[in-house]
T-cell receptor, first 112, second 113 residues
Framework: DQQVKQNSPSLSVQEGRISILNCDYT??????FLWYKKYPAEGPTFLIS?????DKNEDGRFTVFLNKSAKHLSLHIVPSQPGDSAVYFC???????????FGTGTRLQVTL | KAGVTQTPRYLIKTRGQQVTLSCSPI?????VSWYQQTPGQGLQFLFE???????NKGNFPGRFSGRQFSNSRSEMNVSTLELGDSALYLC????????????FGSGTRLTVV
């Protein structure tokens, strides 16, 4: 049972444009959400997070939006840069002492 | 400060053998989690250890096991290897789990032939 879903396995965006990565979840107990970025042959690195009490969190070029009623979150990257090309994982937490549940990832390619 | 260290980086084993992977967390981190990454499956949770106790376990067969030592270093073991166990195994550490987020190691690439 995939509780965190990233339905787009890949996304291609031109440099300078906006990249929007989507994530859906089914478990209403999730109360904290994170995005990780992964380059080949490296472990995932933390990008940005959002608590369920908020609907938006911004950090530089990265903004995460949370729509709790739709159980949907999205990551916006503006402007997209070639160095952003990587696999992005959405992850969710159901409170302290629970496991971090990951989606299947979206491969973003930023083209020149 | 030193990051999460996983050894070895690459491993080739034969079906039926067993393997032990090691993870040294960031100093002071007490929680260590293990994930399996395969193409199309994302990161599948194996187990989490906190202060030497297994706190959470994923849906993997009993051939997958782990432990954590008093210095927070962790090992995972896979017995009777199958071809389908070929994957990238990632270890992540955090101070207390939860909203601190995880810091991942670079992983161990296991190939079973």
């Amino acid at each position: 049972d995939q509780q965190v879903k990233q339905n787009s396995p890949s996304l291609s965006v031109q440099e300078g444009r906006i990249s929007i990565l989507n994530c859906d979840y089914t478990n209403s107990m999730f109360d904290y959400f994170l995005w990780y970025k992964k380059y080949p042959a490296e472990g995932p690195t933390f990008l940005i997070s959002i608590s369920s009490i908020k609907d938006k969190n911004e950090d530089g070029r990265f903004t995460v939006f949370l729509n709790k009623s739709a159980k949907h979150l999205s990551l916006h990257i503006v402007p997209s840069q070639p160095g952003d090309s990587a696999v992005y994982f959405c992850a969710a937490w159901a409170g302290t002492a629970s496991k971090l549940t990951f989606g299947t990832g979206t491969r973003l390619q930023v083209t020149l | 400060k030193a990051g999460v260290t996983q050894t070895p980086r690459y491993l080739i084993k034969t079906r039926g053998q067993q393997v032990t992977l090691s993870c040294s967390p960031i100093s002071g981190h007490r929680s260590v989690s293990w994930y399996q990454q395969t193409p199309g499956q994302g990161l599948q949770f194996l187990f989490e250890y906190f202060s030497e106790t297994q706190r959470n376990k994923g849906n993997f067969p009993g051939r997958f096991s782990g432990r954590q030592f008093s210095n927070s270093r962790s090992e995972m073991n896979v017995s009777t290897l199958e071809l389908g166990d070929s994957a990238l195994y990632l270890c992540a550490s955090s101070f207390r789990a939860g909203t601190d987020g995880y810091t991942f190691g670079s992983g161990t690439r296991l190939t079973v032939v």
